[in-house]
Nanobody, 117 residues
Framework: QVQLVESGGGLVQPGGSLRLSCAASGSIRSFYAVGWYRQAPGKQRELVAM???????NYADSVKGRFTISRDNAKNTVNLQMNSLKPEDTAVYYC???????????WGQGTQVTVSS
C-alpha cells in the first residue's frame, strides 16, 4: 500500500503560479510512473502530466509550455510547477502512483486549485 499526500493548492489570479507536491510513503524514484490528474465539477478526470521511472514525461495539450512535472529524489516528492494559470485550470488535482507495470494505481486525497480574479 502506497500512501500519497498532495500539497500546494490554493487560490491564485489568472497568470499566476502554483507549485504542487506529491509526497509518497515509498521510494518515489522506484515507481514505474507518477502522474498528476485533475477533475473539475461536471467534467471527466484527465491526465495533466506524467513522469516515468526512466524520466520520460507527457503533458496534456492544454498545459504544454505552462506546466512542468519533475521528481525530487532527495525530498522523495514529485512536483508540478504550474505557470501562466488560467481559470480553466481550476480543479482538484490528484497524485497517482503506479509501482510497477502490472500493479494497481494509488491515489492521494487531492488538493484544490482555483484560478480566479
Amino acid at each position: 500500500q502506497v500512501q500519497l499526500v498532495e500539497s500546494g493548492g490554493g487560490l491564485v489570479q489568472p497568470g499566476g503560479s502554483l507549485r504542487l507536491s506529491c509526497a509518497a510513503s515509498g521510494s518515489i524514484r522506484s515507481f514505474y510512473a507518477v502522474g498528476w490528474y485533475r477533475q473539475a465539477p461536471g467534467k471527466q478526470r484527465e491526465l495533466v502530466a506524467m513522469i516515468r521511472r526512466v524520466d520520460s514525461t507527457n503533458y496534456a495539450d492544454s498545459v504544454k509550455g505552462r506546466f512542468t512535472i519533475s521528481r525530487d529524489n532527495a525530498k522523495n516528492t514529485v512536483n508540478l510547477q504550474m505557470n501562466s494559470l488560467k481559470p480553466e485550470d481550476t480543479a482538484v488535482y490528484y497524485c497517482n502512483v503506479r509501482q510497477g507495470a502490472l500493479t494497481a494505481d494509488y491515489w492521494g486525497q487531492g488538493t484544490q486549485v482555483t484560478v480566479s480574479s
